[in-house]
């Protein structure tokens, strides 16, 4: 599409007419965001503009970006707005939230997140740090006491990491009001409201001596962690959107995000000190988080990850160009099918087979360029929360997840290449903080069983059930030569096989042979 070269140099802001409704500045503030990336701003900012409109009330959002700048300049210098832009192959459309009242970046003054925290007016945390930001170890599941991070907010000052930040604003809170408040996961991880409330409670406990007691039966008393389960496919921003925002709005955006049409938020009702009503924009409060989180991260995320290794592998650049290819196609509806589907357990009243075919249609949204590269980010903690589960329940049952060794293998085949094995440009693209672990454990190893091994079994990179596991190991390492000696397209086509062959998924009757 060719866009008309216009000079605008009009910003958006509040005083700048143009032709997408502006909502009226919320009351005052009444909730803190942890991860003010895009996909906070094109998800539970804009649940928060439709209970606002629905209701009001002081329930306006403050923005914490981590380290970055960009978003945080970019939104000061437009009076807090930016545009939402919902891409589908039959066009672009534009929606301009406007539930913000601040934002600031962590790194800048990092007494402000506790600070704010303990701010009476904030009755809600929210937080979108990804799977990587919650300092745990993903053998253990437990805090990771040995991160030097956690360490120094341990020891005091200001509080670097998430977690810290959570048990040192809390703890703060508890000795100024005591008020309550609840703080809400927005990331994909398992029951991610508990899991978030223990680490912020074995922060509390690693302090030294009874430091931590008031906060943690402040805690106990005042204080909830529901679970959530949300889901809107998010790229990053390109210049291209830029330059389209700016011919649609007729005014210079320097923060838009480009969502899917496809919005889903499930939570369970649990709050302390109230919450937005955030059904007005079609959040649903279920005490079914567990069953619609194992949905989603299983058979959307899940598969996700195979979509976007074999797609990289193959050299394409884009989710929807992977899942065009007939056999990619294939490995993502049968691992999405036999392998993730037998551990789901439908949240009342959905329909798992509506739910995925209308995936299928999600990844094949071509005009939003969603990358592979981007999906294979991060997938020493992503795979963590997708893959072990239902690997362990098929085990269990003496049944090989063929397609799940075959995510692994394909993992590892972009992030650990052997010897001289060249896995692209869309691999290398990939960022993964196990990057150098994995990388000495490539070194190290002459062929893909030895890799394997290091990784799932040493490492104990996918939790320490899996570690065990030798037949799902040797498979894996199986696979992973396979792609490196006769390609990407020859793994697959073994996979499909196997998986298609009843005898060869039952693990009995494979070592009675
Ligand atoms: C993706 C998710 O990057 C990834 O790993 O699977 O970000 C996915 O797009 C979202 O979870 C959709 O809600």
Not at 54 to 60: D, K, N, S
Not at 108 to 118: M, N, S
């Amino acid at each position: 599409m060719i866009f008309m070269q216009i000079s605008v140099d009009r910003k958006l802001g509040r005083s700048t007419p143009v032709p997408v409704e502006v909502p009226a500045a919320p009351a005052g503030a009444g909730i803190l965001h942890l991860g003010l990336g895009s996909f906070h701003r094109a998800h539970q900012a804009v649940y928060t503009a439709a209970a606002l409109q629905a209701e009001g009330g002081a329930w306006g959002i403050v923005g914490v970006a981590s380290r970055s700048r960009a978003v945080v300049d970019a939104m000061h210098a437009q009076d807090l707005l930016y545009s939402v832009a919902t891409i589908s192959p039959a066009g672009t459309s534009l929606s301009i939230p406007g539930a913000h009242v601040d934002a600031f970046v962590a790194a800048d003054d990092l007494r402000r997140v506790p600070e704010t925290i303990a701010d009476p007016g904030i009755r809600v945390v929210t937080i979108t740090v990804t799977e990587n930001g919650y300092s745990y170890s993903p053998a253990t599941e437990h805090l990771d006491l040995a991160d030097e991070i956690i360490q120094a907010d341990l020891r005091g000052g200001a509080p670097r990491s998430t977690i810290g930040q959570l048990a040192r604003g809390l703890q703060r809170r508890a000795s100024l009001s005591g008020a309550p408040i609840s703080i809400l996961s927005c990331d994909n991880l398992a029951a991610n409201g508990k899991h978030t409330a223990k680490l912020v409670r074995e922060f509390l406990h690693a302090l030294p001596g009874a430091e931590g007691a008031e906060a943690l039966a402040y805690l106990d008393a005042a204080v909830t962690f529901p679970s959530s389960m949300v889901d809107r496919i998010v790229p990053t921003t390109t210049a291209a959107l830029r330059a389209q925002t700016r011919h649609l709005l007729g005014a210079v955006d320097e923060a838009p995000v480009p969502a899917e049409p496809f919005t889903m938020w499930a939570i369970e009702d649990a709050f302390a000190a109230g919450r937005p009503a955030w059904q007005a924009g079609g959040a649903v409060f279920t005490d079914e988080v567990g069953r619609y989180e194992q949905m989603k991260v299983r058979l959307l995320n899940g598969t996700h990850s195979l979509i976007a290794y074999l797609g990289a592998l193959r050299g394409v650049d884009l989710i929807p160009e992977s899942i065009a290819i007939d056999e990619v196609a294939d490995a993502a509806r049968t691992v999405m099918r036999r392998e993730y589907e037998p551990s789901v357990e439908a949240p009342t009243g959905v329909d798992l087979r509506a739910y995925e075919g209308e995936l299928f249609e999600r990844w094949a949204n071509t005009a939003l360029g969603h990358r592979t590269s981007q999906v294979g980010s991060d997938g020493s903690v992503k795979l963590r929360q997708r893959i072990p589960e239902p690997a362990l329940q098929a085990l269990r049952q003496g049944e090989m997840p063929h397609l799940i060794a075959l995510t692994v293998a394909g993992y590892l085949s972009c992030l650990a290449p052997l010897g001289e094995f060249d896995p692209g440009r869309q691999a290398a693209a990939m960022t993964d903080p196990a990057r150098e672990r994995l990388a000495t454990a490539a070194a190290a190893s002459r062929g893909g069983a030895e890799l394997a091994a290091r990784v799932v079994t040493e490492q104990q990179l996918f939790g320490a059930a899996l570690a065990g596991e030798t037949a799902f190991i040797g498979r894996v390492g199986d696979l992973i030569d396979t792609i490196r000696t006769g390609g990407v397209d020859a793994a697959v086509a073994d996979a499909l096989a196997a998986s298609h062959t009843p005898e060869s998924n039952d693990l009995q009757q494979r070592s009675a042979r």
